[in-house]
């Protein structure tokens, strides 16, 4: 058997996060067969959320194929966002007004959880609360982004939209308009996934690795995995948490695997002080979007191409990168930088730039986390709170949203 996920090469080159301290978690083998109630397949950034969250009240082990962290969670640029890929007047031509609401409502709430369950469990990894703007470009332009900020404002959401004039005085960048938004955040994403998977082990999660699921049988009590080491693990429930390596035979209707590509300055970069504390990105495709990380690096992103293999390509991630430092460059002249860390990954998009989360039709008590959209990390929140509800016999209001 070759596995019971899609085996992807996620990443290119050498993410920044790669050399951050404090990523050791606690791993184990696996040498014999075990039974527990909750077994989660990925230990990215998804799985740590979700193990976070089951491990008070559920015995869980967490496997994965690679080491803890070393899939796409090293690829992300940890822009902590509630806005959603696709705005919320598109949003609602797509799935109702209503439902957009409510997509962007849960989306800001994640945020404001994420931030709460870093400071509760004491979780080191360079979070800070953030504004974001978002740049008019030629996918949608500054009527778009005045009608959209008024949309959120109605809503409740912290956005306002500022012209050409403000733009300039306040950011001095030259674009037709933006919007300026709060409630945002960075973060170290590995840095954030090895802290939840050490809270969780604290509270009795195991984590299994290198172990590669081969196979998910479903049964009416529960489900037993094959896997590599021989030994099977059986779980009343299963939840694959495997990014963009989906599990196989898994409905995944108008999504697809693209690849982005990202860069990080040397540290200590001389910038505009409102940089340090704003997320920027912009109405275009392919869309720009950068920020500051805590020691003075640029973190950039952006050149997403059509294409599950394209971040494979190191002579692509070169040039990538050059064309991504260039039109930073053109936005902010006097920003002056070099780079140190280039990467390229496997993305996932859907059709709403939403994820997929929920059981997986036609497998009984076999649970999916698909963090399709450019939200991941605070897909991955809303994940770990809709699966939470689930597996306790609790119905989380907006579990319908995510549905396949």
Same mark, same amino acid.
């Given at each position: 058997?070759?596995?019971?996920?899609? =085996?992807?090469?996620?990443?290119?080159?050498?993410?920044?996060?790669?050399?951050?301290?404090?990523? %050791?978690? =606690?791993?184990r083998p696996l040498t014999e067969a075990i039974s527990v109630d909750v077994a989660i397949v990925g230990a990215g950034i998804s799985g740590a959320f979700l193990a976070h969250e089951l491990a008070r009240d559920h015995r869980v082990a967490v496997l994965d194929r690679r080491p803890p962290l070393m899939g796409s969670t090293l690829a992300s640029t940890a822009m902590l966002q509630w806005e959603i890929d696709l705005p919320l007047r598109t949003l609602g031509a797509r799935i109702g007004e209503a439902n957009a609401r409510r997509a962007y409502r849960r989306s800001r709430s994640a945020v404001d959880a994420l931030q709460k369950i870093v400071a509760d469990e004491g979780?080191?990894? %360079?979070? =800070?609360?953030?504004?974001s703007l978002y740049l008019a470009g030629d996918e949608y332009g500054h009527r778009a982004l005045e009608a959209e900020a008024e949309a959120r404002a109605a809503m409740g959401l912290e956005s306002r939209y500022i012209s050409p004039a403000e733009l300039r005085e306040q950011f001095g960048i030259d674009r037709t308009g933006a919007i300026v938004s709060e409630g945002a955040a960075s973060a170290d994403p590995a840095r954030l996934a090895a802290g939840l998977l050490r809270r969780a082990t604290e509270k009795g999660a195991r984590i299994y690795s290198k172990v590669e699921v081969l196979e998910a049988v479903s049964d009416p009590d529960g489900v037993t995995l094959l896997t590599d080491a021989g030994h099977a693990v059986r779980a009343g429930k299963v939840v694959f948490c495997c990014g963009y390596e989906f599990p196989k035979g898994v409905p995944t209707p108008g999504a697809k695997v693209i690849s982005s590509w990202a860069l990080a300055s040397k540290p200590r970069v001389r910038c505009p002080a409102w940089l340090r504390d704003?997320?920027?990105?912009?109405?275009s495709d392919p869309y720009l979007y950068f920020r500051m990380g805590g020691d003075g690096r640029l973190i950039v992103g952006g050149e997403d191409e059509a294409s599950a293999t394209a971040h494979e390509d190191k002579a692509k991630l070169k040039r990538k990168c050059e064309t991504i430092a260039s039109k930073l460059r053109r936005l902010l002249p006097d920003l002056e930088f070099e780079m140190d860390y280039t990467w390229a990954g496997a993305f996932g998009e859907s059709a709403t730039g939403l994820p997929q989360i929920g059981p997986v039709e036609g497998h009984d008590h076999v649970h999916a986390v698909m963090g399709f959209g450019g939200n991941g990390i605070t897909y991955s929140v809303i994940a770990s709170q809709i699966i939470g509800c689930t597996l306790r016999g609790q119905v989380d209001p907006d579990a319908d949203l995510y549905r396949a």
């Open positions: 058997m070759d596995g019971a996920t899609i =085996k992807r090469d996620l990443r290119t080159g050498r993410s920044l996060w790669a050399d951050s301290p404090g990523l %050791g978690v =606690k791993t979780i080191r990894c %360079g979070l =800070k609360p953030k504004g704003t997320l920027v990105w912009e109405g």
